[in-house]
């Protein structure tokens, strides 16, 4: 949905930090921000501060798995 807004608002660029590999849709599992087949792409820049914003994702699901 993210990807898809981010297209439909044609945002010209992304940046961020970890890649989601079971359903990220902007460069990881699918890429759809860059797909030709749509009128509008967008430049895509992953891995800033990678390490770091994995682990807030990691503790954020682990909290929320804990209530």
Request: proline share 1%; charged share 30%.
């Amino acid at each position: 949905m993210c990807s898809g807004a981010i297209g439909l608002a044609r945002i010209p660029k992304v940046i961020y930090g970890a890649k989601n590999q079971k359903f990220g849709a902007g460069g990881s599992l699918y890429d759809i921000l860059t797909d030709e087949r749509l009128n509008h792409r967008v430049e895509v820049e992953s891995g800033l501060l990678e390490e770091e914003c994995a682990a807030i994702m990691q503790n954020f699901f682990r909290n929320r798995r804990k209530k």
